[in-house]
């Protein structure tokens, strides 16, 4: 546990920092919202440094005499390095608070700040005028031997497998995740689904057992017989409302400063009600700066983005066409590609989908990790009840990517391939190479390459 001790004087409450580019996507303005508390006026500085030359002053802001409450400081940044999941480049901040300009400050806050825009543009989500592809999978917190409690050396090693195998996403499935894991995605590259503390599916299987519905029915029509009748527990319930806010309030405000995060989750199966308008009306009353995802939302009514679970290839080749180039939200899978078993199937097919039809964003793999714990006394990872455990979900905690002791499955070793973002093939005695990156990081390169191969005769 850590004590901290404030000054009595005056303190740094809270502050909110948003980046904002001009029209060209060229220069940059840093904004910090500040909240103080103080008996008396004080001085604010915010300071922006580039970590490339740490004694290079990038810029900064110096608020005249301040007291308690919120002030916005504004640093103009010409040409800022831009944060994406490919180029994580990062500056320095500085927040502080003095009495007078040559006192010691009663308080510094220093924090990372990644230059990086995020839209709904022509139906897509962009990040700095460039639409993006998700190549993600879902994550749980998950240790063999800890269960819950994941040592920060053990999560620094699951992203960096994440990133040697062509992943430039994770969603965090279905709870915000520890601190340090957005300040290793900010560092490393990785786009964030940041999702909220909330499921409750298990209504779901009260109001569907008593319909008998039959198993040849697929998800989306069970949706439309049950998840109405589900969302009158708690989601559609006025009296749950403070509860499901709080799950909104807690995620962003505390993480609401990471670039790595590009939308807001609302929750996991938990149906479609009053409650869920409730929380996007206070994210986006909050944080208009990214956009808003919920699966539970079949008609988008508050969501950004449709999303869909476990859809055929074929079917989402026709969501893409349905509305035809002038469609308005864009579509992610919140999970596909079930990674039980061998490997999840139709990887290729799934990316060839995303690639032909701009409307479809890519997607989440479920999930990152099988979750056997190892029984010392039997020399295995248990699971599903090996531990006299009930209920529990047999199986269906092993259907990651990785093994329980998070070495690649096979399965993971095929989705790098598939998520390769180079990709090269043979054409009538010549190779071509296709860079499939967002952001190729150098502006000269083109998309696609020929080498003309010579006779060896």
Same mark, same amino acid.
């Given at each position: 546990?850590?004590?901290?001790?404030?000054?009595s004087?005056?303190?740094?409450?809270?502050?909110?920092?948003?980046?904002?580019? +001009?029209?060209?996507?060229? +220069?940059?303005?840093?904004?910090?919202t500040?909240?103080?508390?103080?008996?008396?006026?004080?001085l604010?500085?915010?300071?922006?440094?580039?970590?490339?030359?740490?004694t290079?002053?990038?810029?900064?802001?110096?608020?005249?005499?301040?007291?308690?409450g919120?002030?916005?400081?504004?640093?103009?940044?010409?040409?800022?390095?831009?944060?994406?999941?490919?180029?994580?480049?990062?500056?320095?901040?500085?927040?502080c608070?003095?009495?007078?300009?040559?006192?010691?400050?009663?308080?510094k806050?220093?924090?990372?700040?990644?230059?990086?825009?995020?839209?709904?543009?022509?139906?897509?989500?962009?990040?700095?005028?460039?639409?993006?592809?998700?190549?993600?999978?879902?994550?749980? +917190?998950?240790?063999?031997?800890?269960?819950?409690?994941?040592?920060?050396?053990f999560?620094?090693?699951?992203?960096?497998?994440?990133?040697?195998?062509?992943?430039?996403?994770l969603?965090?499935?279905?709870?915000p995740?520890?601190?340090?894991?957005y300040e290793l995605?900010?560092?490393?590259?990785?786009?964030v689904?940041?999702?909220?503390?909330?499921?409750?599916h298990?209504?779901?299987?009260?109001?569907?057992?008593?319909? $008998?519905?039959?198993?040849?029915?697929?998800?989306?029509e069970?949706?439309n017989?049950?998840?109405?009748?589900?969302?009158q527990?708690?989601?559609?319930?006025?009296?749950?409302?403070?509860?499901?806010?709080?799950?909104?309030?807690?995620?962003?405000?505390?993480?609401?400063?990471?670039?790595?995060?590009?939308?807001?989750?609302?929750? $996991?199966?938990?149906?479609?009600?009053?409650?869920?308008?409730?929380?996007?009306?206070?994210?986006?009353?909050?944080?208009?700066?990214?956009?808003?995802?919920?699966?539970?939302?079949?008609?988008?009514?508050?969501?950004?983005?449709?999303?869909y679970?476990?859809?055929?290839?074929?079917?989402?080749?026709?969501?893409?066409?349905?509305?035809?180039?002038?469609?308005t939200?864009?579509?992610?899978?919140?999970e596909?590609?079930?990674?039980?078993?061998?490997?999840?199937?139709?990887?290729?097919e799934?990316?060839?989908?995303?690639?032909?039809?701009?409307?479809?964003?890519?997607?989440?793999?479920?999930?990152?990790?099988?979750?056997?714990?190892?029984?010392?006394?039997?020399?295995?990872?248990?699971?599903?009840?090996?531990?006299?455990?009930?209920? $529990?979900?047999?199986?269906?905690?092993?259907?990651?990517?990785?093994f329980s002791?998070?070495?690649?499955?096979?399965?993971?070793?095929?989705?790098?391939?598939?998520?390769?973002?180079?990709?090269?093939?043979y054409d009538?005695?010549?190779?071509?190479?296709?860079?499939?990156?967002?952001?190729?990081?150098?502006?000269?390169?083109?998309?696609?390459?020929?080498?003309?191969?010579?006779?060896?005769?």
């Amino acid at each position: 546990m850590t004590l901290l001790a404030f000054s009595s004087k005056a303190r740094i409450e809270d502050f909110f920092v948003k980046t904002e580019f +001009d029209e060209l996507y060229e +220069d940059a303005v840093l904004s910090i919202t500040v909240s103080l508390t103080t008996t008396e006026p004080v001085l604010l500085q915010a300071t922006l440094l580039d970590r490339v030359c740490p004694t290079a002053t990038v810029g900064s802001d110096n608020a005249s005499q301040v007291g308690s409450g919120h002030t916005i400081l504004k640093i103009p940044v010409k040409s800022p390095r831009k944060w994406t999941a490919e180029t994580p480049h990062l500056y320095d901040l500085s927040i502080c608070i003095r009495t007078a300009v040559d006192e010691e400050p009663l308080q510094k806050i220093k924090h990372r700040v990644g230059f990086r825009q995020v839209e709904i543009k022509k139906g897509n989500i962009t990040v700095n005028d460039q639409p993006i592809l998700f190549r993600g999978a879902n994550r749980h +917190d998950h240790h063999p031997q800890f269960g819950r409690a994941v040592p920060f050396s053990f999560l620094r090693e699951d992203l960096l497998l994440m990133k040697r195998h062509n992943l430039n996403s994770l969603r965090c499935c279905h709870y915000p995740s520890h601190p340090r894991l957005y300040e290793l995605c900010d560092e490393l590259g990785l786009w964030v689904m940041d999702e909220a503390d909330l499921e409750c599916h298990g209504f779901y299987d009260a109001v569907a057992q008593p319909l $008998n519905l039959p198993d040849s029915m697929d998800y989306e029509e069970r949706k439309n017989h049950t998840f109405g009748k589900a969302a009158q527990y708690t989601s559609n319930n006025p009296e749950w409302k403070e509860a499901y806010l709080d799950r909104a309030i807690q995620m962003v405000q505390r993480d609401k400063n990471h670039p790595c995060i590009v939308i807001w989750s609302l929750g $996991n199966e938990a149906f479609y009600g009053q409650n869920q308008q409730a929380m996007h009306d206070y994210i986006k009353a909050t944080d208009p700066s990214r956009p808003i995802h919920y699966e539970g939302d079949p008609q988008a009514k508050s969501a950004d983005m449709f999303s869909y679970m476990y859809p055929s290839v074929k079917r989402i080749e026709k969501l893409a066409v349905a509305e035809g180039e002038d469609f308005t939200k864009p579509i992610v899978l919140c999970e596909y590609g079930h990674a039980m078993g061998n490997a999840p199937g139709a990887l290729e097919e799934y990316m060839e989908a995303f690639r032909k039809h701009r409307r479809l964003q890519g997607g989440w793999i479920w999930e990152w990790a099988n979750h056997g714990l190892w029984d010392e006394k039997r020399g295995l990872y248990g699971y599903g009840g090996d531990f006299g455990d009930y209920p $529990n979900d047999g199986t269906f905690v092993m259907d990651g990517l990785c093994f329980s002791n998070h070495t690649p499955t096979p399965g993971l070793v095929e989705l790098r391939k598939a998520y390769s973002p180079v990709n090269a093939s043979y054409d009538n005695g010549a190779i071509e190479i296709e860079n499939r990156y967002d952001f190729s990081g150098l502006e000269h390169l083109n998309a696609f390459y020929r080498v003309e191969l010579l006779d060896s005769e």
